[in-house]
C-alpha cells in the first residue's frame, strides 16, 4: 500500500513536474522572444537616432569646412570641397549660398538618389554669418542597413527559439530519467540544475543585451567572454561574434583613424561638442609635401605614424586626447580647459623636440619641423580659430602661435574677401579695362609700341592697380578669368591698328592647358600675331626653364614676340637666358630709377645692355620718370624707354605708329 501511495505519489509529482518543466520553456520562449523583440527595436531606433545624429555632425562639419573657403571666397576649393563632401552615402546634394548674392556659388549632386529630405545650416565665420548651407540627404542607407539587420536578427531569433526548444526538451527528458531512478531529494538537485544551466544563461544574455542598448555607444566597448558548449553558450557565443562585434566595428570605423590609430575628426567634433571648457591645438608638418614627392606615398604614410608614435610618447603623461584629423595635421585636445599657458608650453616643447629630432623612413633620414595653432573654448568655432592661429604661425615663421581676435592675418582675411568681392564684381559686370603706356624708340624718339596693364574700374569710377588685386585673384582662383579678359579686350583695342602691343603673361597664363589654342583663334579673329609681345618676368620665366621655353618656341611659331620683364630684379641667370629664343629684355625699374645715384645700378644696366646687344637682343628701361634718367639710359645704349616721362597708362591710345617703326 505504501509502494502504491508512494508510487502514485511518486507519479503525480512526475506528472507535475512535466507539467511545470513545459509551462517553463512556455515561460522562457515568451520571455527570451519578447525580449530580443524588444531589443531589436530598440537597437534599431538606436541606430537611426545615431545615424541622425552623425548626419547631423558631418552637416555641421560641412559648414565648419566651407566656411573658411567662402569667406575667402576661394571658389575652386570651394568646388573641390563640395565635390568631396557629396560622396557622403547620405548625402543628396550641397548648394553654398553667398548670403551677398543669394546665389548657390557651389553646388554638387549625386545621381540615382531618393528619399531626399532638405536641411539648411547658417554658415557663420568670425560670429558673421557669411552664407547658408543647403543640403539634402537621406536616411536610405541606414534603413537598408536596418533592414539587413532585422533579417538577419529574425534568423537569430528562430535559431533561438530552436534552441530553447531543444535544450528544454533534453532537460525533460534528463529531468524525467534521473527523477525515475532516485529519490525526491534528486528532484530538488535537478531543479538547480535546470536554474543553472538555462534559466541563469538567458537572464545573464538577456541582462547583457540591456547594457549594450543603454551604454553610451562612442564609449561602448566589448570584450570576448568564455561560453558553455551547450546550446545557449552557442547562442551567446553568436551573439557576441556577431552582432557585437558589428557593433564594435562600427565604433572603431567612426572614432578612430585607421593609418595612425589615433583618434579621428569626427571623435574630436563630438569631444568638442561634449566639453564645457577645453584647449586645442592643430599641428601640420611642414613641407609634408615634400616627403611624399621624394620618397613615395607609402613613405609619406610611414612618416605619418612615425609622428603619431612621437606624439603618444611625448604626451603619455599628459592628460590629452591625440587626433589625426586629414592629411598630415594632428590635434591635442585638453579637456581640462583651464590650463592654457601650461597647455601652450606643452605644445611648444613637443614643437621644439620634433624639429630636433631624426627620424628614418625607407631608409631615409628625414629631420622635419611642425607648426601649430592653438585655441580654447572661449571662441565660438575652436577649430576654425585653431587653424587661423596655425597658418599665421606659418606665415610668420614662428613654431607656434595662440588665436587671439587681433590676429593681424584676420585684418589681411577681411581685406582679401573685401578685394576678392571686387574681384569677382569685376568679372561678371564687366570692370576689366585695359590701360596702355607707350614706349618709345629712343633712337627715333618715337612711340613703336604700347604696353597693356590692368585695371578695375568699379561702378563709382574707382581704379584698382593690379598690386591690389593680382596676388588675391591667383589665391582666390580667379586669375586667369581676369587674365583671358584682359588678353581679349586688349587685342580687340589694338585689332583696328597696326601698332605693337606687349602682353604681360604670368606662370598660370603658361600653364594653362588651352592657352595656346586662345592665341590661335585670336589669331584668326584679328590676325596680330606679329604684332604681340609677350612679358614673362624673371622670376617666373627662370622658375621653370623647360615649360617656359617650350612655350616661347610655340608662339613665336605662331609670329609672336618675347620679352623677359623685370630683368635684374634678383639673381639674373644670364646661362638660363642664353638658351631661351626672346627678342626683348626689359630691365627692373629698381635699377633705372636708381641709376643716376647709385653707381652699382649703373654698372648693371651697362652689363645687361651689352649682355643684350652681344646676343641680338633689345633692351627696354622702365621707370623712366625724367629726362635725366632718359639721357642717361640713352647714353648706355638702351633701345627702347618706358615710364611717366615718356607717357603715363592711360585707356586710349594717342599714337598711330606702324609696327615698321620697331
Known amino acids: 500500500m505504501i509502494s502504491v501511495i508512494t508510487l502514485l505519489l511518486m507519479c503525480v509529482l512526475f506528472f507535475l513536474q512535466l507539467y511545470n518543466s513545459f509551462r517553463l520553456e512556455s515561460a522562457i520562449e515568451r520571455s527570451s522572444l519578447s525580449t530580443l523583440q524588444d531589443y531589436i527595436e530598440q537597437e534599431h531606433t538606436a541606430m537611426v537616432d545615431k545615424f541622425e545624429e552623425d548626419i547631423e555632425h558631418y552637416l555641421q562639419m560641412m559648414a565648419l569646412t566651407v566656411a573658411h573657403e567662402l569667406y575667402n571666397l576661394n571658389l575652386l576649393s570651394l568646388q573641390d570641397k563640395t565635390n568631396k563632401l557629396v560622396q557622403h552615402q547620405a548625402v543628396c546634394s550641397i548648394a553654398v549660398i553667398d548670403n551677398l548674392t543669394h546665389e548657390a556659388i557651389a553646388s554638387a549632386r549625386r545621381q540615382g538618389v531618393s528619399g531626399c529630405m532638405p536641411r539648411t545650416l547658417e554658415i557663420v565665420y568670425n560670429d558673421e554669418s557669411i552664407g547658408r548651407l543647403e543640403v539634402e540627404y537621406t536616411l536610405a542607407p541606414i534603413q537598408q542597413l536596418i533592414e539587413e539587420k532585422r533579417r538577419q536578427l529574425h534568423e537569430t531569433r528562430a535559431h533561438l527559439h530552436e534552441d530553447i526548444a531543444s535544450a528544454t526538451r533534453e532537460s525533460i527528458i534528463v529531468q524525467t530519467l534521473i527523477y525515475l531512478l532516485v529519490t525526491l531529494i534528486l528532484v530538488r538537485l535537478t531543479a538547480r540544475q535546470i536554474n543553472r544551466n538555462i534559466i541563469n544563461p538567458i537572464y545573464s544574455l538577456m541582462d547583457d543585451m540591456q547594457r549594450m542598448h543603454s551604454q553610451d555607444p562612442v564609449a561602448l566597448q566589448l570584450r570576448n567572454r568564455p561560453h558553455s558548449n551547450d546550446e545557449l553558450g552557442k547562442l551567446s557565443r553568436y551573439f557576441y561574434d556577431n552582432i557585437a562585434e558589428l557593433i564594435s566595428q562600427l565604433n572603431q570605423r567612426a572614432n578612430y583613424d585607421s593609418l595612425t590609430r589615433l583618434l579621428s575628426r569626427q571623435r574630436l567634433i563630438y569631444d568638442i561638442e561634449h566639453a564645457a571648457s577645453f584647449n586645442l591645438a592643430i599641428l601640420d608638418i611642414d613641407r609634408f609635401k615634400e616627403v611624399n614627392n621624394f620618397l613615395g606615398m607609402n613613405a609619406g604614410d610611414d612618416f605619418l605614424r612615425s609622428t603619431a608614435t612621437l606624439l603618444r610618447q611625448f604626451f603619455a603623461h599628459q592628460p590629452y586626447a591625440i587626433y589625426r584629423l586629414n592629411g598630415d595635421e594632428f590635434a591635442i585636445f585638453d579637456g581640462r580647459g583651464d590650463a592654457l599657458e601650461e597647455f601652450e608650453m606643452h605644445i611648444l616643447a613637443f614643437v621644439e623636440r620634433f624639429g630636433n629630432k631624426e627620424q628614418t623612413v625607407k631608409g631615409e633620414t628625414i629631420t622635419a619641423s611642425i607648426s601649430a595653432g592653438i585655441a580654447s573654448s572661449r571662441h565660438p568655432s575652436p577649430i576654425v580659430a585653431a587653424t587661423t592661429a596655425l597658418k599665421y604661425a606659418k606665415l610668420k615663421h614662428t613654431k607656434v602661435a595662440t588665436f587671439q581676435e587681433d590676429l593681424p592675418i584676420l585684418k589681411e582675411y577681411q581685406q582679401n574677401l573685401k578685394t576678392t568681392r571686387i574681384i569677382r564684381k569685376a568679372i561678371t559686370q564687366d570692370w576689366i579695362t585695359p590701360h596702355f603706356q607707350p614706349i618709345q624708340d629712343v633712337r627715333t624718339g618715337r612711340i613703336c609700341k604700347y604696353e597693356a596693364l ?163 637682343i633689345k633692351t627696354i628701361a622702365e621707370f623712366v620718370s625724367d629726362e635725366a634718367i632718359y639721357r642717361k639710359i640713352a647714353s648706355i645704349g638702351v633701345d627702347f624707354a618706358q615710364g611717366y616721362y615718356i607717357g603715363k597708362p592711360a585707356p586710349l591710345i594717342s599714337h598711330k605708329v606702324r609696327s615698321a617703326d620697331l
Open 454 to 616: 590692368m585695371r578695375i574700374s568699379d561702378a563709382e569710377g574707382t581704379l584698382y592697380t593690379p598690386a591690389e588685386f593680382l596676388a588675391v585673384s591667383k589665391r582666390s582662383g580667379n586669375y586667369r578669368e581676369l587674365s583671358a579678359s584682359m588678353i581679349r579686350k586688349s587685342v580687340a583695342c589694338f585689332s583696328a591698328t597696326e601698332l605693337a602691343l606687349s602682353l604681360n603673361l604670368a606662370i598660370e597664363d603658361i600653364e594653362e592647358s588651352d592657352i595656346l589654342d586662345t592665341l590661335e583663334t585670336l589669331q584668326r579673329q584679328h590676325g596680330v600675331m606679329d604684332r604681340l609681345i609677350f612679358e614673362i618676368t624673371e622670376q617666373e620665366g627662370f622658375s621653370s626653364p623647360e615649360r617656359i621655353k617650350a612655350f616661347i618656341d610655340q608662339v613665336k611659331q605662331l609670329g609672336a614676340r618675347v620679352a623677359i620683364d623685370d630683368f635684374g630684379s634678383g639673381y639674373s641667370n644670364f646661362e638660363t637666358l642664353i638658351h631661351l629664343d626672346i627678342d626683348f629684355l626689359k630691365i627692373d625699374g629698381s635699377l633705372i630709377k636708381n641709376i643716376l645715384t647709385d653707381p652699382h645700378a649703373e654698372i648693371i644696366v651697362e652689363t645687361i645692355v651689352d649682355f643684350a646687344r652681344r646676343l641680338g
